[in-house]
């Protein structure tokens, strides 16, 4: 999962709440099962193992796919203890607090897509360079994923871990039920190349739809799904801010407020206790899916679930998501944490993960591993999935990434969208969300 951040405004607010809880949070003391079993401590203490922490945000898999089991293995010495915070809003701003103090961080620090330009901006001196540290080749990522964590003079201060490249990700249950076909390929062909085919289905859904159910589980989700097939979102390549002028924006806003108008989108917010709860109770039939989404709907579906989801193309390629992993200078195992990084994002881990937690690779190498080729999820059954999300990792534009991309993205969905949901029309939606974001951005 890969929650967004708030805004810039109730940043200053959380930073504000979480002072005295940050580094404790942070340090691996939050009660969310940081699987530390006791057997040894950050400073290498207890029965002489040296204890890397890594802290995390939403479901990563890496635990889950085994490889802390398995590099523990590796390296009988070292035990690996995770702090997960469920959404990166509440995760994101203590990061910053930290870096910027530059003290109360763990020896692995996961950074979000959409914040690692701020990051690389602003605190690369508190991050070791992973570029020089042995075993890292920058031919084994995306030449892009690379250039996303390295500062103007070539200091590369994390190394990527997956990409979201877009598909859609339905109930083949529920689209039988509303007498739509089944088949990946057909679902496909009925939006292919335009995102308001999406929505005449989400009509044609509605019309049919199983009692209780939407057609997609948010405005949010929508709106994120077609930005993502843009190569100018909210930044030009000067580093303006375009979002208000950039009639893509707009179009796309307009388009997912149609959608909500029409009642085609659950009133919900993704990533909320509300939101997982629709998951688990099946009150939608189509979701924007990048691959880790698959990992989200697997942890909050219940069992009788397996099985019934599919994987269709996306009607444009595009990108959601993507997170790299830090050292920084400042944490108690630096040499241990840059050789685990390096081992857990190598392509053959990356394969790994994604066979099991449908985490997408970033490394290209990984794209002809049978991990990959031969992936299936236990939400899609027998279906081999690799080969649509390698497809649209192939196509997706590269986009243009700003520093507050998240703060932007979040009030046009949150504070924008949402609304329309809540009976304000599309204008008034989006003059909200506009004064949201401006506010936020001090524009």
Request: aromatic share 8%; net charge neutral.
């Amino acid at each position: 999962m890969r929650a967004r951040t708030r805004t810039a405004r109730n940043r200053v607010v959380v930073l504000a709440a979480v002072a005295s809880l940050g580094a404790g949070l942070l340090a691996g003391c939050a009660d969310d099962g940081n699987d530390g079993d006791g057997s040894g401590s950050s400073d290498g203490g207890g029965k002489g193992k040296t204890t890397i922490t890594v802290g995390l945000f939403g479901t990563m898999g890496f635990k889950e796919a085994g490889l802390y089991a398995e590099y523990e293995k590796l390296h009988p010495n070292i035990k690996i203890s995770q702090n997960v915070i469920e959404r990166n809003e509440n995760y994101y701003p203590p990061l910053v607090n930290h870096l910027t103090t530059n003290s109360g961080l763990m020896d692995v620090q996961a950074v979000e897509v959409a914040n690692i330009a701020e990051v690389t901006a602003t605190q690369a001196d508190k991050l070791t360079d992973m570029s020089k540290v042995a075993g890292v080749d920058k031919s084994n990522w995306l030449d892009w994923k690379w250039q996303q964590a390295t500062t103007k003079d070539g200091q590369t201060i994390g190394l990527g871990t997956d990409v979201g490249p877009m598909a859609i990700c339905y109930r083949k249950d529920l689209f039988q039920q509303a007498g739509l076909p089944t088949e990946p390929d057909k679902v496909a062909a009925l939006w292919a190349g335009d995102w308001s085919k999406l929505v005449d289905v989400g009509e044609q859904y509605k019309a049919k739809a199983p009692k209780g159910t939407y057609f997609m589980d948010s405005p949010g989700g929508l709106l994120n799904a077609i930005l993502s097939s843009e190569k100018e979102k909210f930044y030009d390549s000067s580093g303006k801010v375009i979002y208000k002028t950039n009639p893509a924006i707009r179009a796309g806003f307009n388009l997912t407020a149609k959608a909500a108008q029409e009642g085609l989108v659950q009133p919900q917010t993704q990533f909320q206790a509300s939101w997982n709860t629709t998951i688990a109770k099946s009150k939608f039939a189509a979701i924007a899916c990048p691959p880790w989404m698959l990992g989200t709907i697997k942890g909050n579906a219940q069992p009788d679930s397996k099985g019934k989801w599919a994987v269709a193309t996306s009607p444009k390629s595009g990108n959601w998501g993507g997170t790299f992993l830090t050292v920084p200078k400042s944490g108690k195992h630096v040499k241990e944490a840059q050789e685990f990084i390096t081992w857990l994002t190598a392509p053959k881990q990356q394969a790994t993960l994604f066979k099991v937690q449908a985490s997408f690779p970033s490394a290209p190498a990984a794209y002809t591993m049978p991990e990959v080729t031969g992936a299936t999820n236990e939400m899609t059954g027998t279906d081999k999935i690799g080969p649509v999300f390698a497809e649209a990792a192939k196509s997706a534009p590269v986009q243009v990434i700003g520093p507050k991309d998240q703060i932007i993205m979040q009030g046009l969905s949150d504070n924008g969208v949402i609304l329309v949901t809540k009976g304000k029309s599309p204008v008034e939606a989006w003059n909200t969300a506009v004064k949201t974001i401006d506010n936020n951005l001090d524009q």
